[in-house]
């Protein structure tokens, strides 16, 4: 199983020390491609050494071949957005992750697509249930 975590880089990483609990839990359930996304390291500022062009097809690549995506979508991203919406029309499962924040709502693009399975949670033991709901309920079919 290919897995692809998506998760908020230019858009604000105040939430890089959840994906990468996410993504050590993730490794249970097959290959995570895109590990550096909880890499505290990686900031909304660098580059990594690679243009934006570069980047750009890598991801579509690892996305291409991924069997499932798993997008944290609390703290807003255009690219996770695009993410998910190209996920969705390559007919890749979808699982968004969401956590309610006083005030502020989650795009109706992502709340209301029927293609994405939608998690709301509050803590980390709620969100690893749902992950393995979500695997267990993907591989027995
Ligand atoms: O719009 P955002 O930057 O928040 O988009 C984040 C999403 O786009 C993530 O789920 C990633 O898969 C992808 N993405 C965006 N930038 C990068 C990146 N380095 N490396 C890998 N994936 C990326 C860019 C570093 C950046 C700080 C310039």
């Not at 997008?71 to 979808?94: H, M, N, P």
């Not at 502020?104 to 033991?125: Q, R, W």
């Amino acid at each position: 199983m290919n897995i692809y975590f998506a998760g908020s880089i230019r858009g604000g990483r105040e939430d890089a020390a959840l994906y990468a609990r996410i993504i050590d839990f993730l490794k249970k359930f097959g290959n995570v491609f895109t590990e550096h996304i909880g890499d505290a390291a990686l900031t909304d500022q660098g580059d990594e050494g690679f243009t934006d062009r570069q980047i750009h097809d890598r991801d579509m690549d690892w996305l291409l071949a991924s069997d499932v995506i798993v997008a944290e979508v609390t703290t807003v991203s255009t690219g996770v957005g695009y993410e998910i919406g190209r996920a969705v029309s390559l007919g890749k499962k979808v699982i968004c992750l969401y956590r309610e924040q006083p005030g502020k709502k989650l795009s109706a693009m992502i709340a209301g697509c029927p293609s994405a399975t939608l998690v709301y949670y509050e803590n980390i033991d709620e969100l690893e249930l749902a992950i393995s709901g979500f695997f267990y309920g993907i591989t027995k079919k």
